[in-house]
């Protein structure tokens, strides 16, 4: 059974990566989330990378703040798909992290979305996207999130007409 790994590299992280384990949960997509340390802990970062492939793991998804290493650090040691989110901290506010995670070298590519609890619901989103290339039950969930979004837009648009 494949699933998502979820990483982080610290618990201050937790509360904007819980955005992304909502958006998986409501999907039906299995994820496990590990706090480790591009920095603090870089060698049981790489062990955990190594024996998540080896369980299944199909997609990273990794959010760090400020240098923002532990993206670059997981995709040089998988070919699976990495998906970096930047977070909000320190004196830059997310930007240095944007730019740590965006800006890989050639040949190791990080999937880089918006700083913050945004980016962790479209880490979340891109990652289901990515498993349901091969999974078509998935897709339809997918599709249906989709349609339940645009209705309640739809539905906004009503009522706010009707208030006119």
């Known amino acids: 059974m494949s699933f998502v790994a979820i990483l982080m590299g610290s618990e201050s992280d937790w509360p904007v990566m819980r955005s992304a384990c909502q958006v998986l949960q409501a999907l039906q997509i299995d994820y496990e989330v590990k706090i480790t340390s591009a920095h603090r802990t870089p060698q049981a970062t790489a062990e955990f990378v190594a024996e998540a492939a080896e369980r299944g793991c199909a997609v990273y998804i990794c959010g760090a703040g400020m240098a923002a290493h532990l993206a670059g650090a997981v995709a040089a040691q998988t070919v699976r798909p990495v998906i970096g989110v930047p977070l909000e901290s320190g004196p830059m506010a997310g930007f240095d992290a944007l730019l740590s995670t965006v800006q890989m070298p050639g040949g190791i590519p990080v999937a880089t979305v918006a ?15 990515i498993m349901a290339l091969s999974d078509g039950e998935l897709s339809g969930r997918l599709e249906n999130d989709r349609a339940d979004k645009r209705d309640k837009v739809r539905a906004q648009n009503e009522a706010l007409q009707s208030q006119q």
Do not use: R, S, T, W
């Open 115 to 129: 700083v913050g609890a945004a980016g962790a619901k479209n880490a979340a989103y891109l990652a289901a996207q």
